[in-house]
Structures are given as structure tokens and as C-alpha cells.
């Protein structure tokens, strides 16, 4: 029977397949339907009354998800708005164009922002713990003062982006091209630039040291720092 409820919301949801939060409340969902059907059974119904009895239990699913729909939707659109201050926690921005935009001081924990137009826009002293840029234009953009746990950078454009006393701990900056990129300050104990390419970057006062340079290529003038700071540079570029 357990198949059978899940075909029953495979229906329901299908035309939100592509709303994380929405798949969030097909999960939970399910296991409450299978729940409520065995406590129905234990009760002396048969499969298909305690079944018919299941989905009576919850009414109209479809005013919810649509309720979360358009929930995601009016994020989407508020392009324009001051987002600071809001907890936007696992929050689905994926392909937004946001410029100028400021997220000040918000909870954006899993939040999705792939492929999005994030031109100088603001996001200091935020939670950013696994939240994905990748894709995603940070031209100019300030993630600063921030806690940058886990989050992802893939193919994201970085130029000038300011990572001011941010915590990068651990975090993975391979294979980037870094055009005037700040890193002022900065934590970055483990933070990989596996073949990343740095011109003309600002790293006041940062501690090198413990991250991760392989196959990375610099100028001499960064070089020259980051040897003096005895970072590992055994299979760095000079140029």
C-alpha cells in the first residue's frame, strides 16, 4: 500500500517537481500518509478503507503546495527589495538577476543562487553555510564578515569580489580565474585554489599559509608574499 500512496502523490505533486521546497513537503508528506494508514490498520480497517481514510485525513494537499509555490515565486520576483535581516534559509534563487541587491545580515543557510546575476551585490556579516553560487556572476559583489562553510563556487565569475574577513575555511576555489578579487583578511586554513589563476588580487593582512596552491598561477610580487609566508607553492606558475 505503500506504493500505492506514493503514486497518489507522484500525481498531486508532478506539476512542482522543480520547487525544492515543494519536494521537501512531498518527503514529509509521505511519511505521515504511511503512518496514519497503520494506525488506521491497527485499528481494524481493511487496505482500502484505511487507505480512502488516509487521504480524507489531510484534506486538499493542493492548496498547500500552491500556497509554497507562489511562496517561491514572490522570492524570486524580489529583485528589487531589500532582503536584509530575513531568514531565507534553503531559499531557491537558482537564475535571478539581482544587481545591486543587498542580503545584509540575512540566514541564507542551503540556499540555491546557481546561475544567477549577482552583480555588486551586498551579502556582509551573512550566514552562508552551504549555500551554491555556482554558475553564478558575483562581479564586484561583497561577502564579507560572513561564514562561508561549505559553500560552493563552481564556474562562478569573481571579478573583484570582495571575500573580506569572511571565513573560507576549507572551502573549494579550483580551477577559478581571479581578477581583482579581495581577500583582505580572510580564512582560508584549507581553502583550495587547485589550478586558479591569480591578476592583480588584494590579500591584506591574510594568512596563507595553510591553503592550497597546486597547479595555481600568480605574479611574482604574490609569489613573493606568499613565499615569505611559507605556503606551500612546490607546483605553483610564476608568470
Known amino acids: 500500500m505503500n506504493g500505492k500512496l506514493m503514486k497518489y502523490l507522484d500525481g498531486v505533486f ?5 520547487v525544492p521546497a515543494v519536494r521537501g513537503l512531498k518527503e514529509e508528506l509521505l511519511n505521515d500518509l504511511q503512518e496514519k494508514f497503520n494506525d ?3 485499528q481494524g480497517y481493511d487496505d482500502e478503507t484505511a487507505y480512502q481514510l488516509t487521504l480524507d485525513s489531510i484534506g486538499d494537499i493542493s492548496e498547500i503546495i500552491e500556497v509554497i509555490n507562489v511562496k517561491t ?11 536584509s535581516n530575513i531568514n531565507l534559509q534553503n531559499s531557491d534563487f537558482k537564475g535571478v538577476t539581482v544587481h545591486d541587491g543587498k542580503f545584509n545580515c540575512s540566514d541564507l543557510k542551503g540556499s540555491d ?3 544567477s546575476d549577482l552583480k555588486n551585490s551586498s551579502f556582509t556579516s551573512s550566514d552562508m553555510k552551504n549555500v551554491k553560487f555556482d554558475g553564478a556572476d558575483l562581479t564586484g559583489a561583497k561577502l564579507t564578515m560572513s561564514d562561508l562553510k561549505n559553500t560552493s563556487f563552481k564556474n ?4 573583484q569580489t570582495d571575500f573580506s574577513y569572511s571565513d573560507l575555511a576549507g572551502v573549494c ?3 577559478q580565474t581571479f581578477n581583482g578579487t579581495i581577500f583582505n583578511c580572510a580564512g582560508l586554513k584549507g581553502t583550495s585554489f587547485k589550478n586558479s589563476v591569480f591578476n592583480d588580487i588584494s590579500f591584506k593582512n591574510t594568512d596563507f599559509k595553510k591553503a592550497i596552491f597546486d597547479g595555481a598561477s600568480m605574479d611574482k610580487l604574490m609569489y613573493a608574499v606568499l613565499k615569505g609566508q611559507k605556503a606551500d607553492l612546490s607546483k605553483v606558475i610564476v608568470f
Open 156 to 159: 562562478c565569475i569573481l571579478d
Open 113 to 115: 543562487f546557481s546561475g
Open 173 to 175: 576555489l579550483e580551477n
Open 14 to 18: 508532478l506539476p512542482y517537481e522543480d
Open 40 to 42: 488506521f490498520k491497527k
Open 73 to 83: 515565486k514572490e522570492l524570486k520576483q524580489m529583485v528589487q527589495k531589500n532582503l
